[in-house]
């Protein structure tokens, strides 16, 4: 039998081809426009995300110092208004509910891991801050379309560590004490951390010193580094040279601390609290000052609580100060350890010690004694900077870092 050839049905194919090149471009569009909400999704969740860690690091580092829930508070709110106000993050600012924002919650622990709560923890060592940024709404390109919205929530867990080194210290060197406390150093009593005349100062770092170190380029350093501006990073158990001469115009710098200066262009603020003892403290009456029970002797815990009265009043805040500038890293030296007697000394670095600058240093200034001014310093428990190595033992010195969020939300910390 012949088999027959039919025609094939031309018209019927180009129809099929155009229904599934119609298809194919429906769905390319429509991939093309969920990738443009993807993205538009991935870069505010990672907007978000950076937001939240800085605004836990502020918070951290206000709580330990103050130890209030307000002040923290109130540091987190600034801190993440001023990250907003940057380009491209307006879709993520949150609007104001009271002296906090919608949509942000803050807990607090006294363990990273665990424990976090709206209550701020009593007489706590340290204080971790948990922050909580939920359900942003974003814009919506295509997925509207669709009824579906987006959101985006991120969160962060911040707190402190101990260091054992850190660039973020004055170059004053403190020989270990004899009082009962930290490196034989009594909290709460007045020191003399830099002296104007040996003396004075029978038990100093020897001959030719006057409790100045060596942090680089001689006497140019050591007023740049008493500003706030050192980059030589300073480690317990190192060993350090001390800087000869009593670098009185050197010294004087460090007056920036209640009033400002400039270092390279970059500019230092006073602190945000410049109050000082009345009368000011000087080698004669020192011993009287700490003896002293008076109810308005000034100390650092009263600069602790003006400090967080002026945080949280709006006009004080910005009046173009920083607070805790005149809180003071000092390495503590082993001097039985120095090889000689005067001169440019070797020392090794035992511990680093936290002293409260209590007044200028050019307040010191005694009747004539000129050029014989001291740096004096109540000795605190602990203290914070901005960069170092960790340490598991307690060397009184932390930096706040960012912990795993055991609560974590959108891909947290």
Known sequence: MESCDYPKPKGKQKGLTLVLMSMSMIAFVGIA????????????????????????IAGASVANRSQQASTTQAAIVESYNKVTDSDGNDEIKLTASGDTLNSLSIEYSDTPN?????????????????????DVALNDFFLDLFGI?????????AGPVYIDGTANILPIGMCEGSDVGPSGYEVGKAY?????????????????????????????????????KNTVVVSIGDDIDSETGN????TE????????????????????VTTEPSPAITTDNIAD??????????TYEEYVTQTNACMTDSDCNSAGGSAWRRVLPVPILDCDSASKSGGKIEFTVTSIGCFFMIQRYDSSQESGKKGQQSIFGEFIENCSVVEGGSS????????????????????GS
């Open 149 to 157: 919205s987006k959101t985006v929530s991120a969160s962060a867990v």
């Open 289 to 298: 000052h700490n003896d002293s029970s008076a109810v308005d002797k000034w």
């Open 253 to 272: 710098d460090i007056d920036t601390r209640f009033d400002g200066g400039t270092v390279d262009s970059v500019y230092y603020p006073p602190d945000l």
């Open 192 to 228: 003399e951390i830099k002296t104007g005349s040996q003396s004075d100062d029978p038990d100093g770092l020897g001959a030719g010193n006057y409790h100045l170190l060596d942090v680089g380029s001689g006497k140019s350093a050591v007023s740049d580094a008493l500003v706030g």
């Open 247 to 250: 670098a009185v115009g050197a």
């Open 392 to 411: 598991d033992a307690n060397t009184g010195v932390t930096r706040i870092v960012l912990y795993k969020d055991p609560s974590s939300v959108g891909g």
């Open 114 to 134: 665990s424990g976090f709560s709206s209550t701020f923890p009593a007489s706590a060592d340290m204080v971790y801050v948990r922050v909580e940024v939920s």
């Open 33 to 56: 426009a969920l990738s443009i909400d993807v993205s538009h999704f991935v870069v505010n969740q990672t907007r978000l995300q950076n937001a939240v860690d800085t605004i836990a």
